[in-house]
């Protein structure tokens, strides 16, 4: 896997000889805004540094993929961030994911869209586990307007356990 980390997130060992220990927001994070984007095989721990206002509150995410296309990610881990993944508007899908020891796995804002392609956000075969806040939070504002056959959140074979919320819509 491809690392995203803390300098001080020891991976085999003091590797840099200050024995300090890793703790979330030690950096910031990660921006896709490309209309499409695919993310494979790589794990992020430690981000969300840099504060983000969003509709009702401040978070502080470690992957921010705000898009009016589609965001992919594959077989990725994501650990102790205060906010794994921020999302708003386009498409999210998440397929074999590991969200767990943050605060809130998922952040998702949907606000005054049409969604006549895909849904705001999919969650395949993935586990959403051990996280203060939230497993998934999904907030829709606005008027928001959807194509027949369309779902705006889908999830399949996921797995939620020990999150103090494993899914708040609002």
């Known amino acids: 896997p491809i690392y995203f980390t803390s300098i001080n997130d020891d991976i085999g060992g003091d590797t840099n000889g200050n024995n300090t220990v890793s703790a979330p927001k030690d950096w910031g994070y990660i921006s896709l805004h490309n209309p499409s984007s695919v993310i494979n095989n790589i794990k992020v721990s430690y981000g969300g540094s840099v504060g983000m206002a969003t509709y009702q509150e401040t978070i502080f995410p470690a992957l921010i ?36 020891h943050n605060e809130t796995a998922i952040h998702a804002e949907q606000r005054n869209v049409t969604y006549p392609k895909y849904a705001g956000l999919t969650l395949n075969d993935s586990t959403i586990s051990d996280n203060t806040k939230y497993g998934a939070y999904v907030n ?31």
């Open 65 to 100: 993929a705000s898009s009016n296309g589609i965001i992919t990610t594959i077989n990725s881990e994501f650990s102790n961030n205060p906010t794994a993944i921020y999302h708003s508007n386009g498409s999210l899908n998440i397929t074999n994911g590991n969200l767990h």
């Open 140 to 170: 829709i504002t606005g008027s928001s307007n959807f194509t027949s056959g369309n779902a705006l959140f889908t999830f399949n074979n996921n797995t939620f356990t020990n999150n103090k919320s494993h899914v708040s819509a609002l």
